[in-house]
């Protein structure tokens, strides 16, 4: 058994020198929150970098969903249809704003959720999509879109796992009506905790400017209820400073994922999941599927790396309509492929300078 432990994840970060000669000036100013120089230095600069018309950071990717369905003002107890194969924080969005979500099924090839299922899913309640780009992979964007323009819907992405990822050339987030970001330390872009909305029509940028920031518009004016849901300084300052590192980082993360592609390929019983060719990949992630033909089952595997000092997660099981806090409360179809991949999913260490050598003895040991 290897010494060090060999995390599923490992925060990006700057070098100690460059972040606090970079924090150095909020002791001059004292500025430290309410969208400060950095807030909206990182805003404008992440809009270019994400290629999207109009962008609003937040306090972290969890109240960028909040505030992005909430900025629609649905009805309370209207239908969202979304996806189980998620993390938690999709559906909590969706029941937080008083809406209930009907789960859909996923794709076997990408667990993005499957776009010939949406239909039979749509009540006259139904006012919203909320598709996740899980692991990175695009949804059907274009299907799900005739569907939105068909039934007059809202689309909402969760693009949590989709910084910097592309499709047919153009920034994620310009499809659908808005596209959140986690930029939570474990995601391939961080400010330590932080998220953002991407979205296409600037009224919106106005409504979501007032749901962050408690309605305020002047020191007398207060225009409609709010959160506080404001990006800090301090955090805003680590986005800059990862900015910069990020295509050396997106490198590194393919040359580990390359090296997983070559040494697994042969593993009968293991299978990858397969995103769109037409969407560039940001490499935040390396899930593999424990299928039927391999030698042992998933939750065995998980126990075995663990016993190895390697931490993988069952990233996602249980799905969320399955959770303790869901569970029977709302209506689906069947959820077959989603249960499938949900029972048989890992996710493998990838972090930027994780070592071949560390790489090879995970692999090894999958080896049997």
């Known amino acids: 058994m290897p010494d060090e432990k060999v995390l599923v994840t490992r925060s990006s970060m700057p070098s100690y020198e460059e972040y606090i000669e970079a924090i150095k000036p909020l002791w001059d100013t004292h500025w ?173 940028y106005e409504k979501i400017f007032n749901l962050k920031n408690f309605g305020i518009r002047g020191e007398e004016l207060v225009v409609e209820v709010g959160a506080n849901a404001k990006m800090n300084e301090f955090c805003a300052i680590m986005g800059l400073c990862n900015l910069k590192h990020l295509p050396d980082a997106i490198n590194d993360r393919k040359r580990i994922c390359d090296r997983y592609d070559e040494n697994l390929k042969a593993i009968k019983g293991i299978r990858l999941l397969k995103g769109s060719a037409s969407a560039s990949r940001n490499y935040a992630y390396y899930p593999i599927l424990i299928t039927d033909e391999y030698y042992t089952s998933r939750n065995e595997v998980y126990e075995m790396l663990k016993a190895n000092n390697i931490f993988l997660r069952k990233y996602f099981y249980p799905l969320t309509s399955d959770q303790a806090c869901f569970k029977n409360k709302y209506k689906h179809l069947e959820l077959n492929i989603a249960k499938r991949l949900s029972s048989q999913i890992l996710v493998l260490p990838l972090y930027e300078g994780l070592e071949d050598e560390k790489i090879d003895m995970i692999t090894n040991l999958l080896h049997h």
Do not use: W
């Not at 990182?42 to 609003?56: A, C, M, Q, R, T």
């Not at 369905?69 to 309370?76: D, Y």
């Not at 194969?85 to 990408?110: G, M, Q, W, Y």
């Not at 919203?128 to 005739?146: D, F, L, N, R, T």
């Open 32 to 204: 430290l929150t309410n969208m400060g120089k950095y807030h909206k230095d990182l805003e404008s600069k992440l809009k270019s970098f994400l290629d999207v018309p109009e962008l609003s950071l937040t306090v972290n990717g969890h109240m960028a969903l909040e505030l992005a369905i909430q900025a629609f003002n649905f009805p309370e107890g209207s239908e969202v249809i979304t996806t189980p194969f998620t993390f938690i924080s999709t559906t909590h969005a969706i029941v937080r704003n008083r809406l209930k979500p009907v789960f859909c099924d996923v794709k076997e090839s990408d667990g993005t959720i499957d776009e010939s299922k949406i239909e039979e899913l749509i009540t006259e309640k139904t006012v919203a999509i909320i598709p996740v780009h899980v692991y990175g992979h695009v949804c059907s964007v274009e299907a799900i879109e005739q569907i939105a323009y068909k039934y007059n819907l809202k689309v909402i992405y969760d693009a949590a796992h989709a910084f910097g990822v592309s499709y047919k050339g153009k920034g994620i987030a310009n499809y659908g009506d808005a596209a959140i970001f986690s930029f939570h330390a474990t995601k391939v872009f961080n400010t330590i905790e932080g998220g953002a909305i991407g979205f296409k029509e600037h009224s919106l």
